[in-house]
């Protein structure tokens, strides 16, 4: 796993996601955006670490492999994520909802734990399921040929 591929990969698709809500916002006059949208970068960028795994490795990671990717990802994916929040806020609204509330304060605490639960969750499905449909496509194709 590439550490920072995994940060890049995060950053265009939280920034990328961020500016449609917004063009749409604007193009259709809604107020498109929901919490979703500060998940939405987690869950493709373990897709794509999972399928770079199984092309490299041939092999699905399950069980402490499978979690311990999920934790390190986590970890970048706050560090992303508050580095937005107090940064980006303007590129990024979504991931500003976290610096509303004072550093280090309960209410920051408690949305940064439920991110981290979010984060969490999703690297570890995401990352397998990743892996898994890019096993069964190279299997596929191989079959085929």
Do not use: C, D, H
């Amino acid at each position: 796993m590439t550490w920072l591929r995994y940060a890049l990969v995060f950053l265009a698709v939280a920034i990328g996601v961020a500016q449609l809500v917004l063009w749409l916002n604007a193009a259709q006059g809604t107020t498109l955006g929901s919490a979703a949208q500060l998940m939405v970068p987690a869950m493709i960028t373990a897709l794509v670490e999972g399928q770079k795994v199984a092309k490299q490795q041939r092999f699905v990671p399950r069980g402490a492999q499978a979690w311990q990717f999920a934790i390190v990802a986590t970890g970048v994916a706050l560090t992303l994520n508050i580095g937005l929040a107090y940064s980006g806020p303007a590129v990024a609204p979504e991931f500003a909802k976290l610096a509303i509330a004072p550093v280090f304060s309960k209410q920051f605490l408690i949305l940064l734990g439920l991110y981290a639960l979010g984060y969490l969750l999703a690297n570890r499905f995401f990352y397998t399921l990743g892996a898994g449909n890019q096993l069964s496509l190279m299997q596929n194709r191989e079959k085929s040929e």
